[in-house]
């Protein structure tokens, strides 16, 4: 008895048609982390991460320290150069990354867990405990972040970094909160909930093992959010010196480079390399963001990258909102016909 290769494939454990299963979960699996914007991304949050924890550790000066290189562009001694008091920025900005890197994780842990707890109890359970729930994100959706840390911070001597942690991320918490309650509307009448709930689970158990798991992009998606707003929030307090100017962030750089008129001094230093590592980590946070979308819609992840070809054998790629027309084959002109015929017809009469 012969036996097909296709036959083999089916039968034997691990081969071919078997083993498809395997590979497509592994794939999809790594299917995040292999998107090139979000690998990006995580990378270079990976290294602010890092100089995070590290940073005081390895800058070369003490941030606070005057030296006599007073205004000193950038060299091999100082490589972002120096203030007007001879204080290394590098080392500033090595300091102050930690400060930026832990506002931002704070603020966006807090606000996360307070829209998903608030939004998917409302959406779930629904009646007086919606209305409640709902009526009390109303109220926080309108309060607004920055202006309630400038108050606080005037009543409070040194406003520290959990202290416009905790703000931000109490007060970010509402739009992801409604984000996540209409989704949860929408996916408690699934068949699979109703399954579950027929079944006799719990509700603890439905909500976390059944309508988590399909929010899970836009629960990291409102948590890169809530960090680029918290981060963009801390820089702005300290360059406006609402925040205590005695800890290095980068916004502090800015705010002394600004208030000792480093641009009119031609002094390009001193406030360029904090702004590129606000770009920066902007950047990072943006491709994370970029990255989630994609990984959630299959198409924003196919986009330009399906083609097709045409009847005369070209290759048109297909983009995302644009509808390729292909055009006709030239027609043969009419006059040209006709023409020949007349002359082909004289000359048979002239035969």
């Known amino acids: 008895m012969t ?50 924890v590290i940073g005081p550790w390895i800058a070369p000066y003490d941030p606070d320290a005057r030296s006599v290189d007073v205004l000193q562009a950038p060299s091999a001694r100082h490589w972002f150069g120096t203030t007007h008091l001879g204080q290394d920025i590098f080392s500033q900005i090595l300091v102050g990354a930690r400060s ?63 202290l416009v ?19 949860t509307l929408s996916l408690r009448r699934r068949d699979y909930v109703e399954a579950a709930r027929a079944t006799g689970e719990r509700t603890w158990r439905i909500i976390g093992f059944e309508i988590l798991p399909n929010l899970t992009a836009i629960i990291a998606s409102g948590f890169v959010g809530t960090v680029i707003f918290a981060v963009m929030s801390e820089i702005t307090l300290a360059f406006i010196g609402i925040s205590s100017v ?5 916004g502090t750089i800015l705010f002394w480079a600004q208030g000792q ?30 990255g989630i979308d994609e990984f959630v819609s299959p198409r924003l992840r196919t986009g330009g990258r399906t083609r ?26 009419p006059m040209q016909r006709s023409a020949d015929v007349r002359d082909t017809t004289r000359e048979d009469q002239t035969a």
């Open 246 to 250: 005695s800890s290095w962030n980068w």
């Open 165 to 183: 942690a905790l703000i931000i991320g109490l007060t970010s918490w509402a739009w992801g909160a409604r984000v996540l309650r209409a989704q």
């Open 261 to 290: 008129q480093a641009l009119a001094q031609g002094a390009w230093w001193w406030f360029v390399p904090a702004g590129l590592a606000i770009a920066l980590l902007g950047t990072a946070l943006a491709l994370i963001n970029f």
């Open 3 to 52: 036996l097909s290769p296709s036959s083999i494939e089916q039968v034997i454990p691990g081969q071919g048609a078997m083993a498809q299963p395997s590979v497509r979960a592994r794939r999809r699996r790594f299917r995040f982390v292999a998107n090139a914007k979000a690998a990006t991304g995580l990378a270079i949050l990976a290294v602010y991460a890092l100089l995070a």
């Open 308 to 333: 097709i070809r045409t009847a005369d054998g070209r290759t048109v790629r297909m983009r995302v909102g644009f509808t390729p027309v292909l055009a006709p084959k030239a027609a043969p002109v």
């Open 100 to 162: 930026v890197v832990v506002v931002g994780l704070i603020a966006g842990v807090l606000a996360t867990i307070l829209s998903v707890l608030i939004g998917v109890t409302a959406g779930y359970l629904g009646g007086a405990a919606d209305e409640s729930l709902s009526a009390l994100s109303n109220v926080f959706l309108v309060i607004p972040a920055l202006p309630l840390i400038i108050i606080v911070a005037s009543l409070v001597d040194q406003a520290g970094e959990l």
